[in-house]
T-cell receptor, first 113, second 111 residues
Framework: GQQLNQSPQSMFIQEGEDVSMNCTSS?????WLWYKQDPGEGPVLLIA?????ELTSNGRLTAQFGITRKDSFLNISASIPSDVGIYFC?????????????FGEGTQLTVNP | DAGVTQSPTHLIKTRGQQVTLRCSPK?????VSWYQQALGQGPQFIFQ???????QRGNFPDRFSGHQFPNYSSELNVNALLLGDSALYLC??????????FGQGTRLTVV
């Protein structure tokens, strides 16, 4: 089945540093989504990408959809303590309402003040 | 506007028992999906409901079943619980663009 490889598994950074994480797949996805999950909570949608090569920003977050449709990266600039959490990428095969998501294994981010 | 709501938030069941989890989607969303998230892993797709029918199903046994009601709310039922069914169960409702919004989850512990 489809699998997403997300890296790195964990990151330890100082407040103010920039962060980059990425996801790769052996399969093509039509949509890439990036989520953040805090302990005991459900994932919260950060950014959605719909077109190959698309670059989208949401505040300090920037994400890009790879040209091959098999990869995506997420950058966080000027990290702050509340950025701590687990970041997941998710791919969606069909650009129609309600298609299943395939998730990566997550990147655990720790920000030291 | 309420987001996706799930109940209960926590549940402890004994091996062999049956459990029902509930989900109300975000207003205006007609598609509901269920995911299982084991500790330290990403969510795994269980199934999806649209217009009261199961539209897609992941690699989960028949012990996992569901239902969607006319008001788009949904239930996830798990029969003959195993210790390995212990996980966070997430419900997501979806926009027309395919963006999935998740509830806070139900933490199921099987003892």
């Amino acid at each position: 089945g489809q699998q997403l490889n997300q890296s790195p598994q964990s990151m330890f950074i100082q407040e103010g540093e920039d962060v980059s994480m990425n996801c790769t797949s052996s399969s093509i996805f039509n949509t890439w989504l990036w989520y953040k999950q805090d302990p005991g909570e459900g994932p919260v949608l950060l950014i959605a990408l719909y077109k190959a090569g698309e670059l989208t920003s949401n505040g300090r977050l920037t994400a890009q959809f790879g040209i091959t449709r098999k990869d995506s990266f997420l950058n966080i600039s000027a990290s702050i303590p509340s950025d701590v959490g687990i970041y997941f990428c998710a791919g969606q095969g069909l650009r129609t309402s309600g298609s299943r998501l395939t998730f990566g294994e997550g990147t655990q981010l720790t920000v030291n003040p | 506007d309420a987001g996706v709501t799930q109940s209960p938030t926590h549940l402890i069941k004994t091996r062999g028992q049956q459990v029902t989890l509930r989900c109300s989607p975000k207003s205006g969303h007609d598609t509901v999906s269920w995911y299982q998230q084991a500790l330290g892993q990403g969510p795994q797709f269980i199934f999806q409901y649209y217009e009261e029918e199961e539209r897609q199903r992941g690699n989960f046994p028949d012990r996992f079943s569901g239902h969607q009601f006319p008001n788009y709310s949904s239930e996830l039922n798990v029969n003959a619980l195993l210790l390995g069914d212990s996980a966070l169960y997430l419900c997501a409702s979806t926009t027309g663009l395919g963006e999935a919004f998740f509830g806070q989850g139900t933490r199921l512990t099987v003892v």
